[in-house]
């Protein structure tokens, strides 16, 4: 494999495993402000459990796939950092709000609700300015003036398809939180809440991929490049297809206890049914980065740099997997921390 | 404005808004530290209180601490993509190493605060470890990068400005990484320290608390002293050898933090005024003899280079002699402080007068000026160069004129933080008084 290669696929990886992580997280921001007051269902405070002490560790995967994209592509900076100011900019401003908010809801009683809110608001809108930038990368929405790269907003924010994008990044992202949560109230027995983010995970899973399939066909004309590359490429699409329906399917699974749903293999599924459609995308997406002007290839750093780099990332991985591990175990697995009231 | 400037202004605001919470995020696990251990130790449970309480104020300000770090860290590539495009080819592994480093900090702080009942004493010693670990290695990590760009090594720019002959190893132990470093992570232990002495020192100045309260506050304001001075000190001592690195490294930026114009041997230290460009010297200094040259060179006939030998366009603004003395003279009034302090409780065996207790409210607020003013001298004495002598500032900075929108709503987020943290914290604690906690043990 080319170095520029395996660059993009573990930067790829890093947006995979940030896209699911920071769905789990914004999604169960927004699931604890939904049901934070509701006294007829845990899942606002299931929610507010998993996510106390998980969201550090997933804020760390965004700051490691901004690293990794500069380190791995140094010449992509400039264009990227041209186009991308205004909506990676407020997208800090709300995260910072966000992340700041969400912690004070924890400390100060009286302000809880409105600190909560305002988290739970902030964390929607954020994931909707992450996605938007998908659209900027498949052209038409960029102009040279003097040499100097320039993002077409009016163009941009008067075209459906950034509509259409926002509108499948929101739904994923409540639909992967809703799965997941239901998987984490089942371990933690909560009944209520298990049946709430099933009622949720059952419309917003067709709904979801209604819209991924309806976003295609939204691409400007600009763009046509990777409907071809999509269109080319029907297996992967169809694989991915396919774990959606046996991942959807597993939520009307009886389990032996007689109570519908098998949570964990959903999630499962559908971490294979994203994980299949990202790879796909991305492959359809080389060898651009930004269509036409910026190549990976282009882009790149000094191979032996790159390699020097990776033993970094497998060394630095190596030595946090015992950690995860025993973070794994008191979070998500221990019945202590689960069931406390 | 310009956009250069307004990118300048962006980053600086956030740097040093960040740098406050980052400060005290590497310094309060070491004091959390000091008080599981004195608990250990002691068996006595108003440490484990401290340590439990200064755990929350910790994980409030973390929070901040976290988020400011984000948007520093994605500013940077996006206000200065010229500067990354250079970073990203030589010096990014320890960006690399520090995400590794905070990955360290943030799981264990989790474990800390949300699983520290269900984990043995010894876990849970260990589990802060990690977090100060973690916390000092990102701030070691960080500050690399910072003294790279003050004293660039490991690679070579053509004519055509590519980046050849990269040598990591070089560019990473470059010649200011450690001196810089130890500088950065003692200031930071410091600046906790007496932020910690200043709330004691509060407390202990109001009269109707009780003699449990009294004692509490007392152990942790010697918890503070001890840290204090000793961290002061190795500050000082550091800072000596920081002079002489710029000596040696930088003399345009010790030239310009010194106000000293002619070369010269034999060179004074002056201490105060500022530097007149008219009169092409010091004003309204104390002037100390030889001083400068013996700190330069450890003789009193050390050539110290002045700023004459350089063009005037590449000189740094002269007002970095006020920024350098804010911070040498807050150093020094603090290692006397603390050194007092102590002297009086340990060896005079009294107990601390009001009028100590006052000096010492105001040095935790003092020692957060000196940080913000160190590191105000050291990014701005290095200009205008983004890094030294090889990238100036104007072309690292990015040509958007959206910077502009940005500016405004990012100085505004860091006022509201500012006081909603300000905020949260004294919610929090009048809602949780130590009364109440040290009743309940």
């Given at each position: 494999m080319e170095a520029s290669t395996l660059a993009i696929t573990i930067l790829w990886s890093l947006l995979f495993i940030y896209a699911m992580l920071g769905s789990l997280d914004f999604g169960a921001g927004f699931w604890g402000m939904i049901y934070g007051k509701d006294d007829r269902t845990n899942a606002g405070q299931i929610a507010n459990r998993f996510l106390s002490p998980t969201w550090e560790v997933t804020n760390v995967f965004f700051v490691i796939f901004v690293v990794a994209l500069v380190s791995f592509f140094p010449f992509a900076t400039t264009m990227l950092s041209s186009l991308l100011l205004v909506p990676v900019g407020l997208g800090l401003l709300l995260l910072t709000i966000r992340t700041t908010f969400m912690v004070f809801a924890n400390h100060a009683n009286r302000?809880?609700?409105?600190?909560?809110?305002?988290?739970?608001?902030?964390?929607?809108?954020?994931?909707?300015?992450?996605?938007?930038?998908?659209?900027?990368?498949?052209?038409?929405?960029?102009?040279?003036?003097?040499?100097?790269?320039?993002?077409?907003?009016?163009?941009l924010l008067a075209h459906p398809t950034l509509y259409m994008h926002i509108a499948f990044g929101l739904t994923t992202e409540l639909f992967i939180s809703a799965v997941f949560l239901m998987d984490y109230s089942k371990e933690a027995e909560d009944w209520s809440a298990y049946h709430t983010y099933r009622k949720h995970a059952l419309w917003l899973g067709p709904i979801s991929i209604a819209i991924a399939m309806l976003t295609i066909g939204t691409m400007p004309e600009e763009a046509s490049w990777i409907v071809?590359?999509?269109?080319?490429?029907?297996?992967?699409?169809?694989?991915?297809?396919?774990?959606?329906?046996?991942?959807?399917?597993?939520?009307?699974?009886?389990?032996?206890?007689?109570?519908?749903?098998?949570?964990?293999?959903?999630?499962?599924?559908?971490?294979?049914?994203?994980?299949?459609?990202?790879?796909a995308y991305g492959l359809a997406h080389l060898p651009y980065l930004i269509y036409p002007d910026l190549t990976i290839a282009d882009s790149f750093t000094d191979p032996s740099?790159?390699?020097?780099?990776?033993?970094?990332?497998?060394?630095?991985?190596?030595?946090?997997?015992?950690?995860?591990?025993?973070?794994?175990?008191?979070?998500?697995?221990?019945?202590?921390?689960?069931?406390?009231? | 404005m310009d956009i250069v400037v307004m990118s300048r202004v962006l980053f600086g605001s956030s740097m040093g808004f960040h740098i406050i919470y980052a400060t005290i995020g590497v310094g309060l696990p070491i004091m959390i530290i000091l008080a599981e251990i004195m608990y250990w130790i002691k068996k006595d449970k108003d440490y484990a209180l401290m340590a439990r309480r200064w755990t929350k104020g910790f994980a409030i300000l973390l929070a901040v601490s976290i988020a400011s770090g984000t948007i520093v860290a994605v500013l940077l590539s996006l206000l200065f993509p010229n500067f990354m495009e250079i970073v990203g080819q030589v010096i990014s592994l320890p960006f690399q190493l520090e995400i590794f480093a905070f990955l360290i900090e943030a799981v264990f702080m989790s474990i800390y605060l949300y699983a520290a009942d269900r984990l043995p004493?010894?876990?849970?010693?260990?589990?802060?470890?990690?977090?100060a670990m973690g916390a000092t290695a990102s701030a070691i990590l960080i500050t690399d990068v910072h003294a790279w760009m003050n004293t660039p090594a490991g690679f070579e720019m053509t004519e055509s400005g590519a980046i050849i002959n990269v040598n990591v190893m070089e560019a990473f132990f470059n010649p200011s990484f450690v001196v810089t470093a130890i500088h950065v992570t003692l200031s930071a232990y410091m600046t906790v320290a007496f932020l910690v002495a200043s709330i004691a020192a509060i407390r202990l100045m109001k009269r109707h608390i009780s003699n449990e309260e009294r004692a509490y506050h007392k152990k942790a304001l010697m918890i503070s002293l001890y840290l204090g001075a000793a961290m002061s000190l190795g500050t000082a001592i550091n800072g000596h050898e920081t002079a002489q690195m710029l000596h040696e490294q930088n003399p345009r930026k010790l030239a310009a933090a010194e106000g000293l114009f002619e070369t010269t041997t034999y060179a004074p230290l002056s201490v105060g005024g500022y530097t007149s460009l008219e009169d092409g010297r010091v004003k309204y200094a104390i002037e100390i003899p030889y001083a400068l040259s013996f700190l330069a060179g450890d003789r009193f006939d050390t050539e110290v280079i002045g700023l004459n030998e350089f063009p005037e366009e590449l000189w740094p603004p002269l007002y970095v002699h006020i920024l350098f003395n804010v911070m040498v003279g807050i150093g020094t009034l603090l290692i006397a402080l603390s050194f007092l302090a102590l002297f009086w409780k340990v060896v005079l065996k009294k107990d601390f007068p009001g009028w100590m207790l006052g000096l010492?409210?105001?040095?935790?607020?003092?020692?957060?000026?000196?940080?913000?003013?160190?590191?105000?001298?050291?990014?701005?004495?290095?200009?205008?160069?983004?890094?030294?002598?090889?990238?100036p500032t104007a072309d690292a900075a990015t040509k958007s004129s959206s910077v502009s929108i940005l500016l405004f709503t990012f100085l505004t987020l860091y006022v509201v933080l500012l006081f909603v943290t300000g905020f949260v914290m004294r919610y929090y604690f009048k809602r949780n008084p130590v009364e109440k906690d040290l009743a309940a043990q």
């Open positions: 302000y809880q609700n409105i600190l909560r809110i305002t988290s739970g608001i902030t964390g929607l809108i954020i994931p909707a300015l992450l996605v938007s930038m998908l659209p900027i990368t498949l052209g038409g929405f960029v102009e040279f003036v003097d040499d100097y790269p320039q993002l077409l907003y009016g163009k071809d590359n999509i269109e080319a490429n029907p297996v992967w699409f169809g694989l991915s297809v396919a774990f959606f329906i046996l991942g959807y399917a597993s939520l009307y699974i009886k389990s032996k206890h007689g109570r519908k749903g098998l949570a964990r293999l959903a999630m499962t599924f559908i971490i294979i049914q994203y994980g299949i459609a990202i790879y740099i790159f390699y020097k780099l990776l033993v970094v990332y497998a060394a630095g991985f190596a030595i946090l997997v015992p950690a995860f591990i025993l973070f794994w175990r008191l979070f998500l697995k221990d019945q202590r921390y689960l069931k406390q009231q | 004493q010894g876990l849970r010693v260990l589990s802060i470890f990690f977090v010492l409210v105001v040095g935790g607020p003092l020692s957060v000026i000196a940080i913000e003013a160190g590191w105000c001298f050291s990014c701005i004495g290095r200009q205008p160069w983004t890094i030294t002598d090889v990238l």
